[in-house]
């Protein structure tokens, strides 16, 4: 059965995954701050907007005026995509994500029907995992969470912060497994200076390259070069 790839909208990254992510995949995006996660996401969402496919942007940290103000320096227009329902922002607290894996969806299964939503963004689920003391609560909660977004028939990135020093999401495990492709995006400093860099960890049904990439953010948001960085 032929694989179906939704476009990423990252200039540079397409071309390393086979076209893009896999349909209704579960894709983690994990860095330190500042390494560029929530543009990578807005930028996936945005993609969809192009295309006429609605996106939902579930967020724990950012507020909505100042990241339509932060993503105006790209020319993403955040607000009139909204108009048109293409692009929705719910701001949630972790506990009221916890609340929807127990009440199985509520508002977001509403939303997802109503503008027919084909991307879906979580930044981050940092936050939300810190809700769960041992490695064994996270894993149900992880597993409960997936669940849900496959139900809503949504390909999904979830950002990530890194808490260790080789860049490790913050759910280890539970998400390492269960989900269907890991990148990580770093911001590091090599010889007095930071450089941006992406590698594609893993990504199930794909031939992925095992090398670093160049990273730029730029008039138009995010994109991987072609140069192999070494951190």
């Known amino acids: 059965m032929k694989v179906v790839r939704i476009p990423s909208g990252i200039p540079g990254f397409d071309k390393l995954v086979e076209g893009g992510f896999k349909k209704d995949s579960i894709n983690l995006v994990a860095g330190e701050p500042g390494a560029g996660k929530t543009i990578f996401a807005i930028q996936f ?6 295309r006429g496919e ?3 942007y ?4 950012e507020k909505k005026p100042k990241l339509y103000e932060d993503m105006s320096t790209f020319g993403w227009d955040l607000e009139k995509y909204e108009k048109k329902e293409l692009f929705r922002f719910l701001e949630y607290t972790p506990e009221q994500v916890k ?17 027919k939503a084909k991307r879906i963004v979580i930044d981050s689920i940092t936050s939300f995992s810190l809700l769960y003391e041992d490695e064994l609560t996270k894993k149900e909660a992880a597993l409960s969470l997936f669940d849900l977004i496959n139900t809503w028939g ?5 950002c990530s912060q890194s808490k260790t020093a080789d860049h ?12 269907d492709s890991i990148i990580i995006v770093y911001h590091s400093k090599r010889k007095g200076e930071r450089v941006r860099a992406l590698e594609i960890v893993k990504m199930r049904g794909t031939n992925i390259p095992s090398k670093t990439y160049g990273v ?3 008039d138009n948001g995010l994109s991987v070069t072609s140069e192999i960085v070494k951190l």
């Open 45 to 50: 969402l945005i993609e969809g907007c192009k």
């Open 54 to 56: 609605a996106g939902i």
């Open 58 to 61: 579930i967020t724990f940290e």
């Open 99 to 115: 609340k929807l894996l127990v009440e199985g969806g509520g508002i977001v299964d509403a939303l997802v029907d109503k503008i």
């Open 154 to 158: 949504c390909t999904a990135v979830l």
């Open 168 to 179: 490790q999401p913050v759910m280890d495990a539970a998400l390492e497994f269960e989900v």
């Open 216 to 218: 730029k953010i730029g």
